[in-house]
């Protein structure tokens, strides 16, 4: 019997385009934006934008904004003068601008506080942008150590000499002699001189396309949700066209006729999401074939618990139309806070165990163990013990409020 | 052998308000029993407590001799329904509509088959079997809901206004299906609003109105017990009615 609800949701599924868009299509179009948005980049930190505005147009100051170009981390933009680089700023172009005083080629670096009169460089930001701003401050501090030693050396001796004591003259001249070597050192030589040696190793993440694992998991499960609560509105057809009372005057109990809609929705689910992620492996590169195992587990947990959401939304909702704003509402939220649009370690460690409460959240988490951390099968057990608790949970309620439409 | 069906004593209530007051009533072997009332009388309620739909404050329903409390579809098994509603899955096609139900029923395999077969026969509707629903006129859906209601070979047939809304060709043809499973010995409760269908098929008619069967019998018992046995003879002259034309105009083959 719950075989043949689960065959006539698919007959209708298989006869609806539009549905058929919504479960298979469109989810793959949104999941392939934003692979292809985020995704492609291998470097983990874009470029910042900053405008440059040079008004000492001294020799030191050309060898700083040299210095600052050939940062990979800056994207520099030359502006004229401060006017023009703010209204680039205003227009929304650019978030940051830095612009070298004038003097700030005849005047020496102090360690210690800055002597009073010292041209200060200034900063022009839009601060809606909390990080580019940073990034640049602590850009200029780092290029003017290591891309400019010899400034360095000779105000490393000014400061020396002030706290420790006079140099002798040989001591003087040597150092000199090491701040020339330095300055008509070629550029890229002096760029490599970091002050500490880093190496840096990703110990998570795929190695081929990291990022995409987060998008797979976020798009997928939001899709899922949103398949679940519309497919779960076919319950409301059937109370609406009458064909309910009559599925329930044959063999079919309320009982049996949720448990064949709930397998209906999870083997929609479960295929919703290997339709995504063969798509992610064969387009861009996910490492499905090595995950297969966790896919499987986080893939029927997390369905099996949409599925039952889906027959929650329904149940609570008296009508198609209700249904549509209710999950409409709850899914968006949930998708937000439990982060399928965002990454749930960007919020703040309030939010993040606020959140802990959605079950979607423990699916990315899940999914984000298997594909990102490659961590093995046990450390499953949490979310996957939590997504099933909630799926009774939801599926226990659904029947409760089923009840309504059982007998009068 | 038992009743297809005795009611007894039906009580209900919905926020006080008595929607069944001790409706009694029993349906003999291949009888159509009409139920004829206004709106609001209580035929649905009636219908959908027969059906198992309703649960009843108090009071009995009795099917071939089993009770049968709500939610009991094992005492209904021998029980068909066809709602008022076109209650059929629009985007599957007439055959898919009658395959998903029959197995709803319990029906498998070949007897499924057959089934399917000889009710889209009986609902004329052979040629439209891979049409979907949503596609079919008005009639042919009336008529696809009146198959899909008895797929499983019922006993007892319960029919809400099974013509609302279909041309006359295909109320003709509706007629002749239910005479077919009379003949075949199903028994039936019938509620109509339009009188001439109840008296050309229904065997008995019983009228309910607040809740409470006022009359029930044969048409000669109900005018014998409510007018009287007083006959006037009037001299009329038979002007056929427009149904009569329209059927004269367009034959009573069915277009569809």
Same mark, same amino acid.
């Given at each position: 019997m719950i075989g043949n609800i689960v065959r006539t949701g698919w007959m209708n599924l298989r006869r609806d385009r539009a549905a058929w868009m919504l479960s298979f299509v469109v989810p793959i179009v949104f999941f392939s934006i934003f692979a292809s948005i985020f995704g492609g =980049? =291998?470097?983990s930190t874009p470029r910042v934008t900053v405008l440059i505005v040079?008004?000492? =147009?001294s020799d030191r100051s050309k060898r700083l904004v040299n210095a600052l170009r050939a940062e990979s981390a800056l994207k520099v933009i030359d502006k004229a003068d401060a006017a023009s680089a703010e209204a680039v700023i205003k227009k929304g172009d650019a978030a940051v601008a830095l612009v070298i005083p004038k003097g700030f080629g005849t005047t020496q670096i102090t360690f210690g506080p800055a002597k009073a009169g010292a041209p200060s460089f200034r900063m022009l930001r839009?601060?809606? *942008?909390?990080i580019a701003p940073q990034v640049v401050s602590g850009m200029l501090q780092k290029t003017l150590f290591v891309g400019m030693p010899d400034m360095m050396i000779t105000g490393g001796m000014d400061a020396l000499e002030k706290f420790g004591g006079p140099l002798t003259p040989q001591q003087r001249e040597n150092l000199q002699k090491q701040a020339t070597n330095l300055k008509n050192l070629p550029r890229q030589k002096q760029q490599q001189g970091d002050l500490v040696k880093l190496d840096v190793t990703d110990v998570v993440g795929s190695k081929d396309n990291p990022i995409i694992a987060f998008y797979g998991a976020g798009v997928g499960v939001m899709f899922l949700l949103f398949t679940a609560s519309g497919a779960g509105g076919a319950l409301l057809d059937e109370v609406e066209s009458g064909t309910l009372d009559r599925i329930l005057s044959t063999r079919v109990s309320m009982s049996k006729l949720l448990a064949g809609k709930l397998v209906y929705l999870w083997s929609l689910g479960v295929a919703q999401l290997i339709v995504m992620f063969v798509w992610g492996a064969l387009v861009f590169r996910l490492p499905l074939m090595s995950h297969l195992a966790g896919f499987a587990i986080m893939t029927s947990v997390t369905a099996l618990t949409c599925a039952t959401f889906g027959l929650l939304l329904a149940s609570v909702s008296r009508t198609r139309a209700q249904l549509s704003a209710i999950s409409t509402l709850a899914v968006l939220s949930i998708s937000a806070l439990g982060g399928s649009m965002f990454p749930r370690f960007l919020m703040s460690e309030k939010l993040q165990r606020a959140s802990l409460v959605l079950f979607n959240s423990w699916a990315l988490d899940g999914y984000i163990n298997v594909?990102? =951390?490659? /961590?093995? $099968?046990? @450390?499953?057990v949490a979310p996957v013990a939590v997504l099933i608790g909630w799926a009774v949970v939801f599926f226990f309620i659904a029947r409760q409020l089923a009840r309504r439409w059982e007998f009068v | 052998m038992a009743n297809p069906l005795v009611v007894t004593n039906l009580v209900k209530s919905f926020n006080g308000r008595k /929607? $069944? *007051?001790?409706v009694s009533l029993d349906l003999r072997q291949s009888e159509i029993l009409g139920l004829l009332g206004p709106n609001g009388a209580g035929k649905s309620t009636l219908v959908r407590t027969i059906m198992g739909r309703v649960t009843p404050n108090s009071g009995e329903v009795a099917i071939f001799g089993r009770g049968a409390p709500a939610g009991d579809n094992v005492a209904r098994e021998q029980v068909g329904v066809v709602p008022q509603e076109i209650a059929l899955y629009p985007l599957l096609t007439a055959r898919e509509n009658l395959m998903v139900f029959g197995r709803y029923h319990g029906l498998h395999g070949d007897a499924l088959d057959h089934a399917i077969q000889e009710s889209l026969s009986w609902a004329g509707l052979a040629e439209r079997a891979f049409d979907a629903t949503k596609q079919l006129s008005g009639g042919m859906k009336r008529r696809l809901n009146m198959a899909a209601g008895v797929i499983h070979k019922p006993k007892l047939l319960l029919l809400d206004?099974? @013509? +609302?809304? +279909?041309d006359p060709q295909s109320r003709e043809r509706i007629y002749q299906m239910i005479e077919t499973l009379r003949a075949g010995g199903v028994s039936m409760i019938y509620t109509t609003h339009y009188m001439e269908e109840a008296e050309r098929l229904c065997d008995r008619i019983a009228i309910i109105d607040h809740g409470r069967i006022i009359a029930s019998g044969t048409k000669d018992e109900l005018v014998r017990s409510t007018i009287g046995d007083k006959r006037e003879m009037v001299m009329v002259e038979k002007v056929p009615s427009l149904e009569a034309v329209f059927l004269h105009l367009t034959g009573r083959d069915l277009r569809e």
């Open positions: =980049r =291998r470097s040079d008004e000492d =147009r839009d601060p809606s *942008d909390m594909f990102w =951390r490659e /961590a093995p $099968l046990s @450390t499953l | /929607a $069944l *007051d001790g206004e099974p @013509t +609302v809304g +279909v």
